[in-house]
C-alpha cells in the first residue's frame, strides 16, 4: 500500500503548555534535517498537535521510516491514508478499502477507535465506530470485533481532513535535539563515548565534541574511525561540531614529568581542560563522557572525583550506572558498535600505565602536576590553537 503522508505523534512536549510551540517547531526542524537523506520531496508542518509529513513524489517508504525513528521527540510514526471530507458514505468506503488491502480475507479481531476533533462533522466519535465497525464486518468476512484486545486498532481522526491509520511505528522518545542547550562529548574512538553523546542528545541537548589524537602514536585512521563515529551520532543529534586537538606534546610531557602510575588521571584532567575550554567558547552547559563506575582504573569514584576537580562546567556521564553489555546494547542499536570496535588504538590506550593507581588523592596528583609548571600552559595553547575543526553531518 502507498502512503502518501505520515503522522507523527509526540509525547513530553504535549505537557510544555504556552511553550509548546517552541518545541514543535524544533522538533519540524530536526525533521526536515533527518529527510534530507531521503530521495525525494516532502512537506512537513504541524496542525492541531500534530506533525504531519506529505510525500510529494516517489520515496522510498523503508528509508522514510528509518530516518524518522532517528528524531528525538517522536513517539509515534504513522502512515496513514488521508481524505477529504466527501461525506460518511465515502468514508466507510475508504475504511474498508483500506483494510481489505491491509489485512485481506484473514482472520483477525478488530476495532475502530475514532477521534472527531472537528466537532461540525455530523457524526459523534461513538456513531463513527459503530458505522465503521458495522461496514467492516460486512466486507470483510474473516473479521470480528474485540473492544478489549483487538488485533488491527483502527484510527480514524476526522479534522480538517480525515486519517485513517492502524499501524503506529514506535519513535525513539525523548525531546527535540537544541531544546535543552548545548554540551560538549569527549569522544573517543571506543564503545561508551558515542553511547553517551546519543544519550545526552535524547534529552534535547545540541552536541558538541572534543577529540584527543596522538600522532604518529595513533594513525589518520584512529582519527577517521571517530569522524565515523561523529557521523553515525548525527543521524539522531544533528550536525556535530567536532575539534580534533593534537595531544601527542603534552602526552609525552606528562609521561616524562610525573609518575606513570598517575598518568592517566592526570593526562585525563589536562583533557577536561581543554574540552572545557571549546564548551565554553561554544556557549555549551556542560561536559559529557562516556565514564561508568568501576569500568576501569581512571573510572573508579576516587578517579572521576580527580577528573572532576579541573572543572568548572558540570560533567554528565549518562552511563554512569550501566555495565558494559548493556552500553554494547545501545551501541548495537544505534549501529555504532561495529565502528567502535575497530581496532585502531586511540591516544588514551597508548600511554596507558601497566599498573594505574585507582584510588588517586587529588592532593598527591596536584603535586605531581607541579612538576609540568614550566611548559604545560604553552604546550596547552599550542595544542588549543592548532585545533582542526570539522563540522560532521551525517549525510
Do not use: W
Not at 34 to 44: D, H, I, Q
Not at 103 to 117: L, N, P, S
Not at 140 to 158: F, T, Y
Not at 242 to 260: G, M, S
Amino acid at each position: 500500500m502507498t502512503f502518501q503522508t505520515f503522522l507523527l505523534k509526540y509525547g513530553e512536549i504535549g505537557i510544555k503548555g504556552k511553550n509548546r510551540y517552541l518545541f514543535e517547531d524544533a522538533l519540524v526542524r530536526q525533521i526536515k534535517y533527518s529527510l534530507k537523506g531521503v530521495e525525494g520531496k516532502f512537506n512537513v508542518y504541524k496542525s492541531q498537535a500534530r506533525i504531519y509529513v506529505d510525500c510529494l513524489s516517489e520515496y522510498d517508504y523503508e528509508d522514510v521510516v528509518e530516518h524518522l525513528k532517528r528524531v528525538f521527540g517522536l513517539v509515534g510514526i504513522c502512515p496513514v491514508v488521508r481524505l477529504e471530507d466527501e461525506g460518511f458514505d465515502r468514508l466507510k468506503e475508504e475504511v474498508v478499502a483500506y483494510m481489505k488491502e491491509m489485512y485481506g480475507e484473514k482472520d483477525f479481531t478488530f476495532k475502530i477507535e475514532a477521534r472527531r476533533a472537528k466537532k461540525s462533522y455530523p457524526k459523534n466519535s461513538m456513531e463513527i465506530n459503530c458505522d465503521l465497525g458495522e461496514a467492516v464486518l460486512e466486507n470483510l468476512k474473516g473479521s470480528s470485533v474485540d473492544v478489549h484486545k483487538p488485533e488491527v486498532l483502527v484510527n480514524v481522526e476526522v479534522r480538517n481532513e480525515i486519517y485513517i491509520y492502524s499501524q503506529i511505528i514506535p519513535g525513539p522518545g525523548g525531546m527535540p535535539v537544541g531544546t535543552n542547550g548545548g554540551a560538549m562529548l569527549l569522544l573517543s574512538g571506543g564503545i561508551d563515548s558515542p553511547v553517551a553523546g546519543y544519550m545526552i542528545s535524547k534529552r534535547g541537548v545540541k552536541l558538541h565534541a572534543t577529540y584527543f589524537h596522538a600522532p604518529p602514536y595513533t594513525s589518520e585512521r584512529a582519527k577517521q574511525k571517530v569522524v565515523d563515529l561523529a557521523k553515525i551520532v548525527a543521524r539522531y543529534s544533528g550536525p556535530i561540531e567536532l575539534n580534533v586537538v593534537n595531544f601527542t606534546d603534552i602526552q609525552l610531557y606528562i609521561y616524562d614529568k610525573c609518575p606513570h602510575d598517575e598518568l592517566t588521571i592526570i593526562m585525563r584532567r589536562y583533557m577536561m581542560k581543554i574540552a572545557e575550554h571549546f564548551a565554553l567558547e561554544s556557549g555549551c552547559l556542560g561536559l559529557i563522557t562516556g565514564e561508568s563506575i568501576g569500568q576501569v582504573a581512571s573510572q573508579t569514584m576516587q578517579s572521576l572525583a580527580a577528573t572532576n576537580e579541573v572543572c568548572t562546567l558540570p560533567v554528565y556521564r549518562p552511563v554512569i550506572g550501566f555495565d558494559k553489555q548493556e552500553i554494547v546494547d545501545i551501541a548495537e542499536k544505534i549501529d555504532t558498535y561495529e565502528t567502535s570496535i575497530l581496532p585502531f588504538e586511540d591516544c588514551c590506550t597508548i600511554f596507558v600505565a601497566k599498573h594505574p593507581v585507582t584510588k588517586p588523592s587529588v592532593k598527591r596528583i596536584k603535586k605531581s602536576e607541579e612538576n609540568l609548571q614550566d611548559k604545560i600552559e604553552e604546550l596547552m595553547k599550542e595544542a588549543i590553537e592548532s585545533t582542526e575543526k570539522i563540522t560532521v553531518r551525517a549525510f
